[in-house]
T-cell receptor
Framework: AQRVTQPEKLLSVFKGAPVELKCNYS??????LFWYVQYSRQRLQLLLR??SRESIKGFTADLNKGETSFHLKKPFAQEEDSAMYYC???????????FGSGTRLQVQP | GAVVSQHPSRVICKSGTSVKIECRSL??????MFWYRQFPKQSLMLMAT?????????EQGVEKDKFLINHASLTLSTLTVTSAHPEDSSFYIC????????????FGPGTRLTVL
């Protein structure tokens, strides 16, 4: 069975501090990994996915198959980064997403 | 970017009644739409996958006769909660997969259902 684990419910940092939101997954095969973000009173939106290997809003995430992790990182947090972050995966042939429980990021001034 | 709408955004109904929630892709065609359910302070749980012109695929534990899904066109899927009970109260979210850019899902704003 596929599973996504986000161990932290809440992560609070000060503006300018580095951020790492943890995500581990279990999947027997080669999944596609995503990070979704939900700002206050807004809908869920895609932040980035591992196949794109891109940096969005200063965030990056590297897929580590050995550790089955896909941690989200940003070197300098901004107040506008405060939001709910969900890690998700989908398997080839299975287009639906399996979500982690989410981590709330609070960036304090 | 692609937009997905849901209607209504909020609904309150009496126990035993049925409620229909619409999910529309406004500026793209979606061969596949997904319905998720989110309880307070919990993650999104996939309920079913809705394919245009065919029967929906339900996740284990989701009653297909209780949660009726219809995907009659490339831009509209509906979820009907039949004979709703208080335990059906939840946040229902749909997403649509762009027919062209097939790897990305776009999410609706969600529908808050409260069953009294």
């Amino acid at each position: 069975a596929q599973r996504v684990t986000q161990p932290e419910k809440l992560l609070s940092v000060f503006k300018g501090a580095p951020v790492e939101l943890k995500c581990n997954y279990s999947y027997s095969g080669s999944p596609e990994l995503f990070w979704y973000v939900q700002y206050s009173r807004q809908r869920l939106q895609l932040l980035l996915r591992h196949i794109s290997r891109e940096s969005i809003k200063g965030f990056t995430a590297d897929l580590n198959k050995g550790e089955t992790s896909f941690h989200l990182k940003k070197p300098f947090a901004q107040e506008e980064d405060s939001a709910m972050y969900y890690c998700a995966l989908s398997g080839p042939g299975r287009r639906a997403l399996t979500f982690g429980s989410g981590t709330r990021l609070q960036v304090q001034p | 970017g692609a937009v997905v709408s849901q209607h209504p955004s909020r609904v309150i109904c009496k126990s035993g009644t049925s409620v229909k929630i619409e999910c529309r892709s406004l500026d793209f065609q979606a061969t596949t739409m997904f319905w998720y359910r989110q309880f307070p302070k919990q993650s999104l749980m996939l309920m079913a996958t809705s394919n245009e012109g065919s029967k929906a695929t339900y996740e284990q534990g989701v009653e297909k006769d209780k949660f009726l899904i219809n995907h009659a066109s490339l831009t509209l899927s509906t979820l009907t909660v039949t004979s709703a009970h208080p335990e059906d109260s939840s946040f229902y979210i749909c997403s649509a997969r762009d027919r062209v850019s097939r790897n990305e899902q776009f999410f609706g704003p969600g529908t808050r259902l409260t069953v009294l």
